[in-house]
């Protein structure tokens, strides 16, 4: 029995106003069929009225049945926006984390030696803070070390972009066509 209802039930959530359509008409033609049959006796206004005033209640119930059709549909398109959303945020939030790791690891790995040569070049200032040749190779290689910092902070900057562009990428196609 299951078997044989699962393929209607996918119909009428396929195509609901065919289905109320299908049982509209089914039921105007069973009313038709005994209307017909039982033609030949005199009838007033109200038996008329009675004969087929539930086609009229039938037809109410289809359009609810189809505004709450149309509901859930625009309910399940809300619910798995909200999923992608959700999954986009914690995509965003682990290579974030892994973003961060990694610039750490890379300032950890540039800044240390990095501050190391900027305090030696500093005693070698201090100490030799008359000869002018070595003051001006110090103010170049002190130049390349502001230059090296500069392009770590870029890059961390450039992936930070990259990963949010991707993402509203991701979030424009995740939106489902409105109902």
């Not at 106003?17 to 299908?22: D, I, S």
């Given at each position: 029995m299951k078997k044989f209802l699962q393929p209607i039930w996918k119909l009428v959530n396929d195509y609901p106003?065919?289905?109320?359509?299908?049982v509209i008409y089914l039921y105007y033609l069973v009313t038709s069929l005994d209307f017909f049959e039982h033609a030949?006796?005199?009838k007033s206004l109200l038996d008329y009225v009675l004969q087929f005033d539930s086609l009229i209640w039938m037809w109410l119930a289809a359009?609810?049945?189809l505004q709450l059709q149309k509901y859930k549909k625009r309910q399940?398109?809300?619910t798995e926006k909200r999923m992608v959303y959700q999954h986009e945020i914690k995509l965003q939030q682990v290579q974030n984390d892994m973003l961060n790791d990694v610039t750490a690891l890379l300032q950890d790995s540039?800044?240390?030696p990095l501050a190391i040569i900027s305090l030696k070049m500093?005693?070698?200032?201090?100490?030799?803070d008359t000869d002018?040749?070595?003051l001006r190779s110090l103010e170049s290689v002190e130049g390349a070390l502001r230059r090296i910092e500069h392009t770590?902070?870029?890059l961390k900057s450039y992936e930070m972009q990259k990963m949010m562009k991707a993402s509203g990428e991701r979030m424009d196609t995740a939106d489902p066509a409105p109902i």
């Open positions: 106003a065919v289905a109320t359509a299908v030949r006796e005199k359009a609810a049945f399940q398109q809300e540039i800044n240390n500093q005693e070698m200032r201090r100490k030799f002018e040749d070595l770590v902070r870029d």
